[in-house]
């Protein structure tokens, strides 16, 4: 077979994408702009280069983002293997060395003997061949406009923010104390704790700090799982304490109580030199960051790696526009796959990438388009991004809503809502690896073989 398969975007879903295809026997083109065409996030030109938090959320079983995980796992995932071997403590959660994940990556992608890495910039949508469209949250103006001329619909963003990094060795640790959640992973996680009256003067701060303007005119739509912290600060002086700065079950290990609020920093790379701010995204001016940071307990002399910043997001109206299978209806030889499609999150891009990645294939080699089983997580996605309510789409992550709930019988015998997420996940495991026994191993060998 001649005919290549085009990835456009080598971000976590496009690699997953390509990777799965080429495992598969086809030939792939992965395009990356980078580093002829610059994002305002990016900072190296590294496939799969991880721009926010490097957490993959919690991989505790009996969670909805490890049933989603532990599918990928099972579907020989390449973004999840390496995730795993690059792997840094963060007690419940995956959270990755984001250096040696993206170089691991990118290794494995251009050494693949299927695919072939293009590093130009696509400015416009394939009309032959089979192509997936990856390009994530951060997709250049051009591909944005060919995109809208698509879709009909010129609202495809919405505002996402990244959250500070901090120097390891400028942090007090005779303020600051390390800790996991109800003790969750040890002392994975370092902990500045604040009384109410350092809170008080610290969420005044936050209120009255100068942020940076937004570049467009239009009306800003903040996705509601990573608002910046002065977004949170504005809807109540208890918000952030309620929200990325609860203490709940961090306790001191000088006095065994709770403070009165908490901000946690998560180490980011193996080394252990560098501590991410989990949840403090913001778009705050840079010296207004250092100033408001500063307040702190333990960071009054912070060397901070990164600030915080803003960036748009892109993604499309997909359930007018694509298919559970991720082909778009008016075309099966395109497809989309990531946060473009209004997914959110990390794991959530891969799935669909890796789902967008074996359908391709498929439709190349004239078979019919495989979707994933509904109680699964990654059918729950797919099925929200094909079916859901078009009035006010909105980008999601894996929740245990998403999910098919269970039988009438099953709600009665398990009222516990923690049993009954076990039961969820039970049971989307075992559809789970019967549909990958009936279709995908089988059909995987099958594919191979031409």
């Known amino acids: 077979m001649s005919e290549y398969i085009n990835v456009i975007g080598g971000g ?17 083109r992965l ?21 926010c938090s490097n957490s993959l959320k919690t991989d505790e079983p009996g969670s909805a983002p490890y049933l989603l995980k532990e599918e990928l796992r099972r579907g020989g995932s390449m ?11 963060a007690g419940a959660a995956l959270s990755v060395d984001r250096g040696k994940f993206s170089e691991m990556i990118t290794e494995r992608v251009a050494a693949h003997p299927n695919i072939e890495i293009v590093r130009e910039e ?8 089979v192509s997936i469209i990856a390009t994530g949250p951060l997709t250049s103006d051009a591909l944005t406009t060919e995109i809208i001329k698509l879709t009909g ?41 604040m009384d109410r009256e350092q809170y008080e003067v610290f969420i005044d701060a936050v209120l009255h700090a100068k942020s940076v303007p937004l570049k467009r005119f239009e009306d800003t739509h903040w996705f509601e799982s990573c608002l910046p912290i ?85 993604f499309i109206n997909s359930p007018k526009i694509l298919n559970e299978s991720l082909e778009t209806r008016a075309n099966p030889r ?14 959530e891009s891969v799935a669909t990438g890796w789902l967008a990645g074996t359908n391709a294939v498929r439709v190349l080699r004239g078979q019919t388009m495989l979707t994933a089983p509904q109680t699964s997580a990654i059918g729950a996605l797919c099925r ?67």
């Open 384 to 450: 929200y991004v094909s079916n859901v309510e078009t009035k006010n789409f909105q980008p999601v992550n894996i929740t245990f809503g998403l999910l098919e709930p269970l039988p009438v019988e099953l709600r009665k015998k398990h009222r516990n809502k923690r049993e009954r997420h076990g039961v969820q996940v039970e049971r989307a495991l075992v559809d789970w690896d019967a549909w990958l026994t009936k279709f995908y191993r089988r059909d995987a060998e099958t594919q191979r073989a031409i």
């Open 12 to 28: 976590l879903a496009g690699v997953e994408a390509a990777w799965q295809a080429a495992e598969l026997g086809a030939r792939v």
């Open 334 to 347: 395109l497809f989309f796959a990531g946060q473009i499609t209004g997914v959110e999150g990390y794991v």
């Open 230 to 314: 002065e977004e949170i600060a504005r809807r109540g002086p208890e918000t952030l304490r309620f929200g990325p700065m609860k203490p709940k079950g961090l306790r001191h290990p000088k006095t065994g109580e709770e403070p009165w609020a908490c901000v946690q920093l998560r180490q980011e790379n193996m080394m252990a030199d560098a501590y991410g701010m989990v949840g403090f995204q913001n778009h705050l001016r840079y010296g207004e960051q250092e100033r408001v940071l500063k307040l702190i307990p333990g960071l009054e002399n912070a060397e901070f790696l990164q600030f915080g910043q803003i960036h748009r997001n892109t």
């Open 122 to 129: 696509v400015t416009a949508i394939p009309t032959e061949g």
């Open 31 to 51: 395009y990356e702009m980078r580093p002829v065409q610059q994002t305002p996030a990016h900072r190296t030109d590294q496939l799969a280069e991880i721009v």
């Open 79 to 89: 973004v999840l293997e390496v995730a795993h071997a690059t792997r840094v403590p």
């Open 153 to 193: 619909d010129d609202q495809l963003y919405f505002y996402d923010a990244i959250a500070p990094i901090i120097a390891a060795d400028s942090i007090d640790m005779s303020v600051a104390f390390k800790a996991a959640r109800y003790d969750k992973g040890g002392d994975d996680y370092i902990n500045c704790p």
